[in-house]
């Protein structure tokens, strides 16, 4: 039986990277996109194919999704994992900065899925896997750019596995909490860049210490992008996945307090948490 095809984004760092080896070793045909290739060199080793991508390029885009399907016919698995996170008060975030935020996170995911889709539906199977975040069921403050993509892939994939069920095609969602990647460093150093000196700096600083207690490996949150890849796996292997694969340390309770709790109380609960974890 020939081994699947995966195609995984957002594969030259953290949860990509690793994505792209566990399913490597888990026997599937991978091949790793992103913009920054020369990052992507040690999985050449492990016999993975390595792409230049962008998905904020249609050209890109469409040139990645042909190299796959000109040497093998499809794509049996589409891991949707390029993304970053744009922190600042909406006040402040230039416009631009949040149609590109958008144009990354939301609209890149949708026309990967669009380019695959023609493919799948005429073989009547496949598997799209989007990888959002706790962040699109739960928000903080000067997220909202971020927190607004999360819960437009969350919503889009939604349905989107109601309309490509007839087509046996499955739609995963994968939510990781904190992980022990430069995440959540990075965007905390950009809030700060944002809104760190003006009117929301009390606020800036305290959310980009708790961002930063998410983020590399050893710190409070931190679970490491191998636990988050295996979860890709097991959703790309099993006969009929979940919908949803919460992940990491945190994720099950902060999702479970955000579905018991009353907003108000959530809010207070969580901005209380955040101050704890700035110090």
């Not at 760092?13 to 060199?41: K, Q, S, W």
Request: hydrophobic share 45%; charged share 20%; with cysteine.
């Amino acid at each position: 039986m020939p081994a699947s095809i995966a195609l995984v984004t957002g594969a030259s760092t953290g949860i990509g990277f690793a994505t792209a080896l566990a399913l490597a070793g888990a026997g599937f045909t991978v091949y790793a996109g992103a913009r920054r290739v020369d990052m992507m060199e040690p999985l050449k080793d492990h016999g993975i194919t390595v792409l230049s991508l962008d998905v904020t390029s249609e050209e890109s885009m469409m040139s990645a999704v042909a190299q796959v399907e000109a040497a093998h016919g499809r794509v049996d698995v589409l891991v949707n994992n390029a993304g970053y996170g744009s922190y600042g008060s909406l006040e402040e975030v230039p416009l631009a900065e949040g149609r590109r935020q958008f144009d990354v996170n939301v609209l890149g995911l949708a026309r990967m899925t669009q380019l695959v889709l023609p493919q799948m539906r005429a073989a009547g199977k496949g598997r799209i896997i989007n990888v959002t975040s706790i962040g699109g069921k739960i928000y903080e403050p000067l997220g909202a750019w971020y927190h607004g993509t999360k819960f437009a892939v969350e919503g889009m994939s939604d349905s989107l596995r109601l309309e490509l069920k007839p087509h046996g095609i499955d739609v995963v969602i994968i939510e990781p909490s904190g992980t022990d990647t430069e995440w959540g460093t990075i965007a905390g150093e950009g809030l700060l860049a944002t809104s760190g000196d003006g009117p929301y700096a009390d606020q800036a600083h305290i959310v980009a210490a708790a961002l930063a207690s998410t983020s590399g490996d050893g710190h409070v949150l931190s679970t490491p992008a191998t636990v988050v890849a295996k979860a890709i796996v097991r959703a790309a292997k099993a006969k009929r996945p979940r919908t949803r694969y919460p992940v990491g340390r945190g994720a099950w309770s902060v999702l479970a307090m955000r579905r018991i709790l009353p907003d108000r109380a959530f809010d207070a609960v969580f901005l209380n948490f955040c101050k704890g974890l700035a110090g």
